[in-house]
């Protein structure tokens, strides 16, 4: 494979000039954004546990008192009862808190170098299989060549320098942040986070503020070596070989838990990994970080014969960032991943688990990064700590609940105060979509430890919580009130309102989870406990999904109008995807509801339709939308339409990184589906895809498969590793092969039917 394969690289001829022109570097924890300016490097510099406030901010804000909270919910579902939606919407106002805190920057690495005449023949790339970035152009007859990474095993920043002639540079070395400066010194710099930092769609409030009040401390500390001439601190002249380690370190402990330490304590943490860092030197710090990548990087890769399009890099681009963002012992990948570059950022750069935060870790099962996704699992599991609380003075409600927004502390409550507007500030229902990740991780294999351990509990609990939401109808079913479409409208009269009986997103995650109590119970041999036989008994009262006269699913029970035909979120077909609802009838409703949608939206929204449509079969509607993704998106892009930046991050706008991370997931199911019973290979492949092939794809139970097609979009070959029995399905051809003994190699025999190979 070319060093320079589109597919795997992304370069270009000029530094960046903006934040969203610069590459993205991580290693989970530690995050840097590299601009490549030959006079001038700027690396933005991230750490995943720099949040504002602390684990006590939540309870520090509005509470609404339980007898309260009893009197509103039984207030808003009188008004309901009664088609009174301005009453409903006030009495829901009342159960609204504040907000969630940010993730915030953390500080920047300059690097000025000074040549001996001005550079030329300038080239940066990206290159995602060894996860680094790299710099080179010519000084006089001499190479410069900046080679950037950060080495999840040695948890360090990694720049190096090398000069190929007689040329030498001139560096020196300088760090900043933005946040409140504690401290420095030679190489070092100790911060402090705001104790609190209201977002953007709050501008009344100041933001950020610094107070009494407790908030996590943090340092960042650089160490070089080089064979040049030092002269003073961290200026060196006369330079031909320079490695430079840059690290940093927090009082943050954990999700959902007060930090603990000083600025000193955290300034001794990342002076000891600098030091350790380099004294390993280049050669094998580069070569653990390659390999660390390489485990998880090389599982999986997209070819499309020919193609030197975005569609490649894209897919790959969204694994390299999920492993860059995401990683055992971390944070979860935030809204924009691991990288903000704002003290007040779009959404506060927090989780949105109303569709953003879920959207990306779509692809960790079915791309073979599963262990990217325990962040993931380690915030579910505070959640239902933080949520217990939640569920009982909210609802007086057993197990736990959450809403629209989460942080790193664990935030449940509703946010935007009581003048927001419930559609995307009250949604109780938050855990119950987070607990799919959970039994998904399971049907793909997990063992029977997370099963009973993590998944269990959570699950469980939150049924819990679900079923003492969920009301009794006048015909005898049950229903949730009250309850939002995340984030849409419905019109009555003369107004426009978000809160009524039973939306259909509610309804779908109901059944499933009522429908996971079950298939885990029955996994683990649990099915004579109460919440199991409680789960079967509501199952059996849910009414049927919604679909209108029109042929359309509608949003909520009750069929509505909506004032907005083309709205992004696409929360009444939850059922059809991410859910495994195979119904004719969900499916023909769904592609009504998505063709009067229509294509074009904001990013995430884009790459939802783009699986949606997948799960159809809609091979002939993908390259639209595929289109509509890859578009570039300018800096100062607005409204709702979606495409890429200049350095690929996709916009919502602004950037989300849900559109990179779900366009990976959407497209893995173009090429393997294993939903509906059985493993489907190859249900969607979009219309104008040349021959090509996948590999290393993940289908449940846990079975990977390699597939590869020709220019008729035929079946050529597919290998599949696994250890069970497994039906796979090609077109109208379905086989039984037994993977327990041996892996297994299929291709169509002479009729077009699938046999062994």
């Known amino acids: 494979m070319s060093s320079d394969d589109p597919a795997h690289v992304h370069t270009c001829t000029a530094p960046a000039r903006e934040w969203l022109e610069a590459f993205p570097l991580g290693n989970g924890r530690l995050g840097g954004m590299l601009f490549g300016d030959p006079l001038r490097e700027r690396v933005a510099l991230n750490d995943g546990t720099a949040w504002s406030g602390d684990v006590s901010s939540?309870?520090?804000?509005?509470?609404?008192?339980?007898?309260?909270?009893?009197?509103?919910?039984?207030?808003?579902?009188?008004?309901?009862?009664?088609?009174?939606?301005?009453?409903?919407?006030?009495?829901?106002?009342?159960?609204?808190?504040?907000?969630?805190?940010?993730?915030?920057?953390?500080?920047?690495?300059?690097?000025?170098?000074?040549?001996?005449?001005?550079?030329?023949?300038?080239?940066?790339?990206?290159?995602?299989?060894?996860?680094?970035?790299?710099?080179?152009?010519?000084?006089?007859?001499?190479?410069?060549?900046?080679?950037?990474?950060?080495?999840?095993?040695?948890?360090?920043?990694?720049?190096?320098?090398?000069?190929?002639?007689?040329?030498?540079?001139?560096?020196?070395?300088g760090l900043d942040s933005p946040l409140a400066v504690l401290g420095r010194g030679p190489g070092w710099l100790t911060v402090r986070l705001p104790s609190d930092a209201a977002p953007p769609h709050e501008p009344d409030l100041q933001s950020p503020v610094y107070d009494s009040r407790p908030s996590v401390r943090g340092a960042i500390v650089a160490r070089w070596s080089h064979d040049g001439v030092s002269e003073g601190d961290l200026r060196a002249g006369g330079v031909r070989?320079?490695?430079?380690?840059?690290?940093?370190?927090?009082?943050?402990?954990?999700?959902?838990?007060?930090?603990?330490?000083?600025e000193n304590t955290a300034l001794a943490?990342?002076?000891?990994?600098?030091?350790?860092?380099?004294?390993?030197?280049?050669?094998?710090?580069?070569?653990?970080?390659?390999?660390?990548?390489?485990?998880?990087y090389d599982r999986v890769s997209l070819d499309l014969a020919g193609d030197t399009g975005l569609t490649p890099y894209l897919f790959h681009f969204g694994r390299y960032l999920l492993i860059s963002s995401s990683r055992p012992g971390g944070l979860p990948a935030t809204l924009q991943g691991l990288w903000n570059d704002s003290m007040r950022p779009p959404w506060s750069a927090n989780?949105?688990?109303?569709?953003?935060?879920?959207?990306?870790?779509?692809?960790?099962?079915?791309?073979?990064?599963?262990?990217?996704?325990?962040?993931?699992?380690?915030?579910?599991?505070?959640?239902?700590?933080?949520?217990?609380?939640?569920?009982r003075l909210l609802y007086g409600a057993r197990g736990w609940c959450a809403h629209h927004n989460t942080?790193?502390?664990a935030y449940t409550s509703p946010v935007g105060?009581?003048?927001?507007?419930?559609?995307?500030?009250?949604?109780?229902?938050?855990?119950v979509w987070l607990c799919r990740h959970l039994v998904e991780h399971v049907r793909f294999g997990a063992d029977r430890a997370f099963a009973s351990d993590v998944a269990w509990p959570l699950v469980s609990s939150a049924a819990e919580f679900l079923l003492d939401w969920l009301v009794e109808q006048p015909d005898g079913s049950l229903g949730l009130s009250p309850s939002t479409s995340p984030e849409n409208h419905f019109t009555f009269g003369d107004g426009a309102y978000a809160v009524d009986l039973t939306s259909t997103i509610d309804l779908s995650l109901?059944?499933?989870?009522?429908?996971?109590?079950?298939?885990?119970?029955?996994?683990?041999?649990?099915?004579?406990?109460?919440?199991?036989?409680?789960?079967?008994?509501?199952?059996?009262?849910?009414?049927?999904?919604?679909?209108?006269?029109?042929?359309?699913?509608?949003?909520?029970?009750?069929?509505?109008?909506?004032?907005?035909?083309?709205?992004?979120?696409?929360?009444?077909l939850y059922a059809l995807f991410p859910g495994d609802d195979t119904s004719a009838r969900l499916a023909e409703a769904a592609a009504n509801s998505l063709d009067a949608r229509g294509d074009d939206s904001t990013g995430w929204s884009l790459v939802w339709k783009l699986a949606l449509r997948a799960r159809l079969g809609h091979r002939e509607r993908l390259p639209a939308l595929i289109d509509l993704v890859l578009r570039p998106a300018g800096p100062d892009s607005t409204g709702e339409q979606g495409g890429l930046y200049p350095n690929r991050f996709a916009a919502h706008p602004p950037f989300q990184i849900d559109g990179n991370l779900g366009f990976t997931a959407a497209v893995a199911e173009f090429a393997l589906q294993s939903h509906a019973g059985a493993i489907d290979l190859l249900p969607a492949i979009p219309a104008n895809w040349p021959a090509g092939s996948v590999?290393?794809?993940?289908?449940?139970?846990?079975?990977?498969?390699?597939?590869?097609?020709?220019?008729?979009?035929?079946?050529?070959?597919?290998?599949?590793?696994?250890?069970?029995?497994?039906d796979v399905r090609w077109r109208d051809s379905t086989l039984r092969v037994d993977l327990a003994r041996r892996d297994v190699r299929l291709a169509p025999d002479a009729a077009g039917r699938l046999a062994l190979g």
């Not at 943490?269 to 860092?277: E, G, K, P, Q, R």
């Open 695 to 726: 590999r290393g794809l993940v289908a449940r139970p846990g079975v990977v498969v390699d597939i590869s097609w020709d220019e008729r979009h035929c079946l050529t070959e597919a290998r599949l590793s696994g250890s069970t029995a497994v």
């Open 351 to 391: 989780y949105t688990v109303n569709i953003n935060t879920q959207m990306n870790y779509w692809a960790a099962e079915t791309t073979n990064l599963a262990e990217c996704a325990s962040p993931l699992f380690d915030l579910i599991a505070a959640l239902r700590v933080r949520g217990a609380e939640t569920a």
């Open 58 to 173: 939540e309870a520090r804000q509005r509470v609404i008192d339980p007898s309260a909270a009893a009197e509103a919910v039984a207030a808003a579902r009188a008004s309901l009862a009664g088609l009174d939606f301005s009453g409903a919407t006030a009495s829901v106002q009342r159960l609204q808190s504040d907000y969630s805190q940010s993730y915030l920057p953390f500080g920047d690495l300059h690097l000025d170098v000074t040549h001996g005449s001005a550079p030329t023949d300038y080239r940066r790339r990206l290159l995602l299989r060894d996860a680094s970035a790299v710099v080179d152009y010519r000084v006089g007859g001499s190479r410069v060549t900046r080679r950037a990474f950060i080495s999840a095993p040695h948890q360090a920043l990694v720049l190096s320098i090398e000069v190929d002639g007689d040329e030498t540079v001139d560096v020196s070395l």
């Open 241 to 262: 070989r320079l490695l430079l380690v840059v690290t940093t370190a927090t009082t943050f402990t954990g999700i959902g838990r007060a930090p603990a330490g000083d």
């Open 269 to 296: 943490a990342a002076s000891a990994a600098a030091d350790a860092a380099l004294a390993r030197g280049a050669e094998q710090l580069y070569a653990r970080h390659r390999d660390a990548h390489h485990s998880l």
């Open 417 to 431: 105060r009581r003048r927001a507007d419930p559609a995307w500030a009250f949604w109780p229902l938050a855990g």
């Open 510 to 572: 109901a059944r499933e989870l009522l429908a996971s109590v079950a298939e885990l119970a029955s996994l683990l041999a649990m099915t004579g406990s109460p919440i199991v036989s409680s789960a079967a008994a509501a199952l059996h009262r849910l009414p049927a999904l919604p679909v209108g006269a029109d042929g359309r699913v509608q949003e909520w029970i009750v069929d509505r109008a909506l004032p907005e035909m083309h709205h992004r979120h696409l929360s009444h």
């Open 407 to 409: 942080d790193a502390w």
